[in-house]
C-alpha cells in the first residue's frame, strides 16, 4: 500500500506541485517507509548542505531512502535500472541519473545532467563502492564517479552509514549483499522489532577543476571507514568492471 501511495502521488500529484513540494512528499514518503520497516534514523555530525555531492558508502537498498529521509536527493545508479518494471519509472520520476557504464560519450551527458542539478542547489549521491557490503568493511572507491563535482567546481559530502539493532550492537540485517535475494533482506529486517540506521555527515570538501578525484576519493573512502570502524586495508588491485568505469573519464592533471 505505501508503495501504491509513492506511484500514484508520482503520477497525479508531481506535475500538479512545485519542486520544493516534490522534495518534501519524498522526505514524507522515505520516512514513512522507515518507520513501516521498523527502522530509526539517527543522524550525527553536520548538516546536509544543498548543492553537494554525497559520497557515502552501500550496505543496502535501504541506503536510498535512509538518505532521503535525512535530506531529499537525487541517486546515481546503473543504467539498467531504468528498464525494471515499476522500480525503474519510480526512480526515472525522482530524478535518477543513470548511467551506461564504459561508455566515454554518455559519461560526458550524465555529467552535465549532474553539473546542472548540483548548480541548482540540489543534492546527488552516489555510491562509489559500485556495490554492497555488509556494512563491515568500505571497498575501494571508484574515483570517476566523483568526477562531475570536480568540473562542476561543487563540494563533496560525506556519508557514513551502519545499522544497529535494538540493543545498539552492529547488525547486518539490512545488508543486500552476496547472493541474498530482496525477500530475504526484507525478512531479515522485518525480524528485528528495531533496527537503528546510524548516518554521521562530514562537513562539505570545496573542489576546483584543478582537485585530483583520486586523492578526494581516498580521502572520503578513509573518513567512512573510520566512523564505521572498519578494518583499514589496501585497495584492490582494478578488475575489468572497474576500469571500464574509470575510463570514462582522463584523470585531472
Known amino acids: 500500500m505505501h508503495l501504491a501511495r509513492g ?33 530509526t534514523l539517527e543522524h550525527g555530525g553536520a548538516t546536509v548542505t544543498p548543492g553537494c555531492m554525497l559520497v557515502a558508502n552501500h550496505v543496502s537498498w535501504v541506503d536510498i531512502f535512509v538518505i532521503n529521509a535525512l535530506a531529499p536527493t537525487a541517486f546515481i545508479s546503473k543504467h539498467e535500472v531504468r528498464s525494471w518494471p515499476v522500480i525503474g519509472w519510480l526512480a526515472a520520476r525522482s ?26 542547489g540540489r543534492n546527488v549521491a552516489v555510491f562509489p563502492e559500485g556495490t554492497t557490503t555488509d556494512g563491515s568493511q568500505v571497498l575501494h572507491f571508484h574515483a570517476a564517479l566523483l568526477q562531475p ?9 560525506t556519508l557514513a552509514l551502519r ?27 522485518l525480524s528485528h522489532r528495531r533496527l537503528v540506521a546510524c548516518i554521521a555527515v562530514d562537513t562539505p570538501i570545496p573542489t576546483t577543476s584543478d582537485s585530483r578525484r583520486r586523492e578526494l576519493a581516498l580521502a572520503t573512502r578513509n573518513w567512512i571507514a573510520g566512523r564505521i570502524g572498519a578494518e583499514q586495508r589496501p585497495a584492490p588491485e582494478r578488475d575489468a568492471a572497474q576500469a571500464n568505469v574509470e575510463a570514462t573519464q582522463t584523470e585531472p592533471a
Open 163 to 189: 545499522y544497529r539493532d535494538a540493543d545498539g550492537n552492529p547488525s547486518c540485517a539490512p545488508a543486500y549483499d552476496g547472493e541474498l535475494s530482496l525477500g530475504e533482506c526484507l525478512r531479515n529486517i
Open 7 to 39: 506511484v500514484i502521488t508520482i503520477a497525479l500529484i508531481y506535475p500538479l506541485i512545485s519542486e520544493s513540494a516534490r522534495l518534501r512528499l519524498r522526505q514524507r514518503w522515505s520516512q514513512g517507509l522507515l518507520d513501516i520497516l521498523g527502522i
Open 149 to 157: 563535482a570536480i568540473e562542476a567546481s561543487r563540494p563533496l559530502q
Open 95 to 120: 530524478e535518477t541519473v543513470f548511467l551506461r557504464r564504459g561508455s566515454r560519450g554518455h559519461a560526458k551527458i550524465v555529467n552535465a545532467e549532474i553539473a546542472g542539478l548540483l548548480d541548482a
